[in-house]
């Protein structure tokens, strides 16, 4: 087997099992592979007689100032459920334009992670800002697995080193949990987003450590999961109603879900936040005008999304892995 040459990357890639992008980066003991995989390429290579060609490994290696913002498949058409990613986006597309670089969109299938390979080897990207609702680790862990630059929105998986951004989820629960309590509601709801998701975990502990310090139990039969969407919001928000009729709080995770639960509040005669106060997660451009006004938990979304362009570039130029946790707060509107 040793005496075989290869004569080409893609030779190499395939060997190795991974894209042309990481076997150049690998070749060029490029901080940005780990040092396993970094380790592994070049003994592929060495074993196969592989000849570096100077020219093309330059080639291979030039940037293309594009960033891929990676996201789950939205909407045919523009919907209230788009809010927070189009917003993120926006604040994402500006910090990269500050920096040079040009973003792509890309709408992946959740059960699919051949895209990343596909952007890399063409040379078309340079890295990815992931921010999908659906199978994240799954994408994760494809993207580890090929040695691609990438942050993520969210919390980071233990054990793993890559870049991410995400706001004090923890500290946002609670904060929540402690303004409904200091309105006097004695039955407290949780509408949460997808079961399972790390963030929604820690929004959970939050806002039960809230109640713990009051000397309250989170009823279970109050703690409700859906995802981030008003009508999956509204299913829910009916559920809870008929479940426990003297609801009167609701701490949602996400502003478009607890403008799904407002209007079943609405519809079912209830007024808010009379019988019913409502605490969002957020902080959307739509929390401001909606009926009532909606008190949330701030993100500073323009923050997180400057982060998450601008770490990412310091990680393509200087193999920095940074985890950040951006601060939040609560901001106090007319409906809890």
């Given at each position: 087997m040793g005496e075989k040459t290869v004569s080409t990357i893609d030779d190499i890639a395939t060997l190795a099992g991974v894209s042309k992008s990481t076997v150049s980066r690998a070749l060029n003991d490029s901080p940005l592979i780990g040092e396993e995989t970094r380790t592994r390429i070049q003994a592929i290579a060495r074993e196969h007689n592989f000849q570096i060609h100077v020219a093309a490994r330059r080639l291979?290696?030039?940037k293309s100032r594009t960033i891929v913002f990676v996201t789950h498949n939205y909407h045919k058409d523009f919907c209230f459920a788009d809010l927070f990613g189009l917003e993120m986006v926006g604040a994402i597309s500006h910090a990269l334009a500050d920096n040079n670089y040009d973003m792509l969109m890309a709408h992946v299938d959740p059960y699919v992670t051949t895209w990343a390979s596909q952007y890399l080897d063409s040379g078309r990207a340079d890295g990815f800002i992931l921010?999908?609702?659906?199978?994240k680790t799954f994408h994760i862990q494809r993207l580890v697995e090929i040695g691609a630059p990438f942050i993520v929105w969210g919390v980071p998986l233990p054990n793993e080193s890559y870049c991410s951004v995400t706001g004090d989820n923890y500290r946002g629960g609670l904060l929540a949990g402690r303004r409904l309590l200091s309105l006097g509601?004695?039955?407290?709801?949780?509408?949460g987003g997808p079961q399972g998701e790390l963030e929604v975990e820690r929004r959970y502990q939050g806002f039960e450590a809230a109640m713990l310090e009051a000397g309250r139990t989170v009823?279970?039969?109050?703690?409700?999961?859906a995802h981030y969407s008003s009508e999956g919001a509204a299913e829910m928000t009916g559920l809870l109603l008929e479940q426990a009729p003297d609801l009167?709080?609701?701490?949602?995770?996400s502003d478009v879900m607890a403008v799904g639960a407002m209007d079943v509040l609405r519809a079912s005669?209830?007024?808010?936040?009379?019988?019913?106060?409502?605490?969002g997660y957020d902080d959307l451009s739509i929390a401001a005008i909606c009926n009532p006004p909606l008190t949330t938990i701030s993100q500073h979304l323009p923050l997180a999304g400057r982060m998450l362009a601008e770490n990412l570039i310091q990680y393509l130029q200087q193999g920095l892995v940074t985890n950040v946790c951006v601060p939040v707060h609560l901001i106090v509107r007319q409906s809890g």
């Open positions: 291979s290696l030039q921010m999908t609702q659906t199978r509601r004695k039955k407290i709801a949780f509408l009823d279970p039969a109050l703690v409700v999961n009167d709080g609701i701490f949602s995770c005669g209830r007024s808010i936040p009379g019988d019913v106060a409502v605490v």
